[in-house]
């Protein structure tokens, strides 16, 4: 499902801003964004199974953007064998199943976080080609995605890695357009939390979360539109490249049938 993502970090101070982060804690979180850009610099497009590290939020009452790595580890992983097997499986969450599956059912109780986005990247299957389009806000605005995380200790090392998964549900519209591979179960989507509801993501217990979280975000409140590929010997990596509107004549029938906000 979500593989692939758009992190440029430093919009993080945006969500910082309007949860209401006090100045301090916003300059904490600038420091650390600057650190990060030095060290590799932003993320304009990154697969999961490279396992980057990306700005989580896991805490309200204790405000701090963080860097986990995409791929949750459980806790009850007991080697570093296993857990290298286990976090490819574990880029996405099932938001259905989320609470009764053994990878995630412990993280989903008491770990819940966000995950700080500018958007991410989906691929559409034609003719036996794939197509990848860049999903974002309408505004341009962060997306907040719901997600749960692990801290597990390498027993060999005994470093502790905090690793998180993005929780996905049923495709919206746009999505229902575009996310067509044929091998999975139906279209789906990250879930992408509306303002206000990232507190109960994050606080509530389990027996008190709306069953709405589930529900798709908006189909008029987000953009997509084709980019360059992504993958294979012509992709265009980790650059700006990779945000940019491509055209794919193939693909005219499909895109005049995209919902628009």
């Not at 650390?32 to 805490?59: E, K, M, N, T, W």
């Not at 459980?74 to 989320?98: D, F, H, M, S």
């Not at 109780?109 to 999903?135: N, Q």
Request: glycine share 6%; aromatic share 10%.
């Amino acid at each position: 499902m979500c593989y692939d993502t758009l992190s440029l970090t430093e919009r993080s101070l945006t969500y910082a801003q309007r949860i209401g982060y006090s100045d301090a804690t916003i300059a904490e979180i600038q420091q650390s964004i600057d650190q990060l850009q030095a060290q590799q610099g932003p993320y304009y497009h990154v697969s999961g199974f490279a396992h980057p590290s990306l700005p989580v939020v896991r805490s309200l009452e204790t405000p701090q953007v963080e860097l986990m790595q995409w791929g949750l580890i459980p806790p009850w992983v007991k080697t570093r064998e296993q857990a290298e097997k286990i976090w490819n499986k574990t880029l996405n969450a099932r938001g259905e199943t989320l609470f009764e599956k053994p990878a995630f059912r412990v993280s989903a109780r008491r770990h819940r976080c966000l995950i700080l986005v500018d958007g991410f990247y989906e691929h559409h299957h034609l003719s036996g080609r794939t197509y990848p389009f860049l999903i974002r806000h309408y505004r341009g605005q962060p997306l907040l995605l719901a997600g749960v995380y692990s801290t597990w200790t390498d027993p060999e090392s005994k470093r502790a890695r905090h690793t998180f998964s993005i929780v996905t549900t049923q495709a919206n519209e746009l999505l229902q357009h575009i996310h067509n591979n044929p091998k999975m179960n139906g279209p789906r989507m990250p879930v992408i939390l509306p303002p206000g509801e990232e507190y109960t993501w994050l606080e509530a217990s389990p027996q008190e979360i709306d069953p709405a979280w589930q529900r798709p975000f908006p189909t008029a409140q987000l953009t997509a539109h084709p980019v360059s590929r992504l993958r294979g010997k012509n992709a265009v990596g980790n650059q700006p490249q990779a945000l940019k509107p491509a055209e794919y004549p193939e693909l005219q029938l499909m895109l005049a049938g995209l919902p628009t906000a």
